[in-house]
């Protein structure tokens, strides 16, 4: 798309339902002040559009508010905000699918001869009839464009327009400003009400962004469509809501009774009065075409943010699927229609609706404003794309008017802020109990392949080396880079000399000293020769392995990578599981031959087990290693050899589900059923570059590496890497 295909998706969701829902409610709340209140939502909807833009332009990626988020901050909060920006959508579908049920009542009152009203039940039946109709729909074909009912609507509103200022030419001044008074006629709370009521009548130019990824040179167009959106809706709006106060309204009447008497249909009774039953009636059908194309297209953008959700492991993978002819999201157009179908039957009328929507959006607005002011704070590129004005100005301003209307919402309309806290309940359930490991692991794969998200997280990941050995110095230097995410990660190499036990004779330096000098020149002519920079650190002490401790909490290490050319069960038992068992940070330990390069590492073996700790720490490892060239990752699991069917099948499952969450690329699964689990690793070792093996969960005072990767460590010469996460 370019300027004007963007600038349509735009106008085509913001025009049209939202103040034909909503003026009624907000001309009751406050009278002919609505205008006022549409305007400063439109002060707001503007600044919050120019942090949309911005990040929109920094990010070209279709998913809105959500793909921001997992940009710029954790994949909890990530989630959180997805959650946020779903129901979001859905409940802007139940907003408009009630508007729809209210003036098809109407419109079937009208046919009846205005006689006794429907039953309200019928607006239920009416949106929930709609609801489904759309969603079987997009589940057929997926929607979009409606090109044509977006100009229709325009040509709609231009012509109540010249209407009304035709009427308004030929009315005296008098009668207009009688009109007008009270302006304020419910204070300056009815004010803050009609805002928050109607906040969702200018909400749609940040669906633009969920389509960035389809905008042709998105750094110019994005911004400019998004604000020349916004303009073009407020140019109609408020033009609109001043004559309907002022020529649509019966002599003896002011705009709120006239509101309060018909709060949904306000905008078709005031055409009514100023242009005869036609205007009644063009109001009427394009309400109904309004509705049914916003139920439409917040129906189809709550199914792909949560298909979103779930190729990012934030929701169910199932979420993810898509029908192999039609290719449309299925499973997640059902889950939104069913969470849109429980809705209608708490929220029954379009007063209520709107406050739920205005609040929700009002909330995601400004966290839009916050990740919008992270990504500026902690971006270190030079503007080459569209920067908010003002900053810091607009998006603490924005997002500070957005939260405070959003409380204020939520305590004039308890109904509304008691929805959104259910909602966002149920969410943090669902994520703790059911999602946290697989979103964390995805996450942390992406977040090594992708070192541009950990500067974006404001993240500085330390790995702390320490270095003994001249020989296998140079494998411990290029490992340590390779979990570093580049130039935001950091490594530190230690180097500890142990401290005389008595006082020395002569000028000569003592042995330690030499040997300690040979290591880190080792180590740094390693770095030079491959473009690495790491820091180092020479310390002197008595005890060595509890100076490692010492420096690596002083430091806030993330990862502590330990090597050693020969692992021995004493070793492992004394000295090595007492570091381990004494630092807070995850553990990598590094078996390899002198002159192993990573380099040459092609085929990964990953032997699981049951429950594991260190799920994450391995796909990040997983994550980093990958960045250096595509690599062949095969995941084993032992069976015990009389394992059922049924127990082999679950087995299988898991390891697929395991292999898709923490690996990239290509992905192997091997299972087998055996006695003797440890020999059948040692002879798939034979044909591997790299052993990645799990050791026990870190905690204090716990044994670190059971008899498994003992002797796995002991039967086997290939490259060896032990892993501990600190859960």
Known sequence: MGLWGATGVGVGAIVGGGILALAGVAYAATGPGAIVAFALNGVIAVLTALSFAEMSAAFPESGGTYTFAKKVLNVRAAFTIGWIVWFASIVAAVLYSVGFATFAVEILSQFRGGSEPLHPAYITLLAMGATAFYSIGLMRKAGGGGEFVTIGKVVVFCVLILGGAWSLSRQPLSATTAYLSPFFSGGVSGLFQAMGYTFIALQGFDLIAAVAGEVRDPEKNIPRSMLLSLAIALAIYLPLLFLIATVGVPAGKSVATLSAENPETIVAVAAGHYLGRAGFWLVMVAAVLSMLSALQANLMAASRVAQAMARDRTLPSMLEQVHEVRRTPIAAIVASSVAVLLLLLLIRNVAVAGAVSSLIFLVLFALAHWTGYLARKRSSESPKHFRTPLFPLVPILGGAACLALALFQGIAVPKAGIIGAIWIFIGLILYLRFLSLRASMFDASAEARDPSLVQLRGR???????????????????????????????????????????????????????????????????????????????????????????????????????????????????????????????????????????????????????????????????????????????????????????????????????????????????????????????KAAAETDLIILGIQQLAQKRKVFGSFALHIARETDCPLLMIGSRG
């Open 460 to 682: 500085s990941p330390l790995v702390l080396v320490p270095v003994a050995n001249p020989s296998n110095v140079g494998a411990m230097v290029t490992f340590a880079h390779a979990m570093a995410p580049p130039a935001v990660g950091r490594v530190l190499l230690l180097n500890v000399v142990k401290a005389p036990t008595e006082a020395l004779e002569g000028d000569d330096p003592p042995p330690q000293l030499v040997a300690s000098q040979e290591v880190l020149r080792e180590a740094l002519t390693v770095s030079f020769h491959e473009g690495f920079a790491p820091e180092a650190l020479t310390t002197i002490a008595p005890r060595p392995w509890e100076e490692i401790i010492r420096v690596a909490r002083i430091h806030r290490c993330e990862s502590l990578l330990l090597g050693f050319s020969n692992l021995t069960e004493k070793m492992l038992a004394t000295d090595l599981e007492h570091l381990i068992s004494g630092v807070k940070s995850d553990v990598a330990v590094l078996r390899a031959r002198p002159g192993w390069k990573l380099s040459n590492v092609e085929k990964i073996l990953v032997p699981v087990g049951g429950a594991s700790g260190h799920h994450i720490l391995r796909a990040r490892l997983l994550g980093s290693l990958w960045r250096g060239g595509p690599k062949q990752v095969t995941f084993m699991r032992i069976l015990p050899e009389d394992a059922s069917d049924e127990a082999y099948g679950q087995a299988r499952n898991r390891l697929l589900i395991l292999a898709r969450n923490e690996a990239h690329g290509e992905t192997e699964i091997r299972l087998i059923r055996s006695s003797e689990p440890a020999i059948e690793v040692v």
